[in-house]
């Protein structure tokens, strides 16, 4: 069976993995699949996770927070601020849901951030427009 190269790049690392026989992912538009001699493709993967068989291996899995995907002559790209690699489907589901809880709460508190910081520069607005400055 022919097979292709699966290049993974994060901020940190690159792993290269041959004798890819498919990858499945999906973007905005859904789910879709890739094997050795597919015509050239750019992709925007969403948060969540992929999966992708090795020949004469088990189904890996791959889990991301969005990526930019590029396949071209045989070649898979996937560039994405940070990856993680499964063996096992729950293990890596889980992963994905504790990534996806951390980044709801960094989001929460960098919101509440802003309210605070909304905050004081109303009040020091207002204290401006008291002492008479005008802006």
């Known amino acids: 069976m022919r097979t ?3 290049s993974l790049r994060d901020t940190h690392r ?3 993995i ?8 999906a973007d905005d538009t859904g789910s879709f699949a890739i094997r050795a001699g597919h015509a050239p493709l750019i992709a925007a993967l969403g948060f969540g996770l992929a999966r992708f ?3 004469d291996s088990h189904w890996r899995y791959l889990a991301v927070p969005g990526a930019m995907l590029n396949f071209v002559q ?10 993680y690699l499964f063996d096992d489907y ?5 992963a994905l849901r504790e990534e996806l809880e951390a980044e709801e709460r960094s989001l929460a508190e960098t919101r509440a951030s802003i309210r605070t910081l909304e905050r004081h520069m109303l009040k020091r607005l207002w204290q ?3 002492e008479g400055i005008r802006l």
């Open 18 to 25: 041959e004798g890819i026989e498919t990858f499945v992912g």
């Open 53 to 55: 068989k090795p020949e």
């Open 74 to 83: 045989n070649r898979l790209e996937i560039l994405t601020r940070r990856f």
């Open 128 to 130: 401006l427009r008291r």
């Open 4 to 6: 292709f190269v699966l």
């Open 90 to 94: 729950r293990i890596a589901a889980a």
């Open 14 to 16: 690159c792993e290269e």
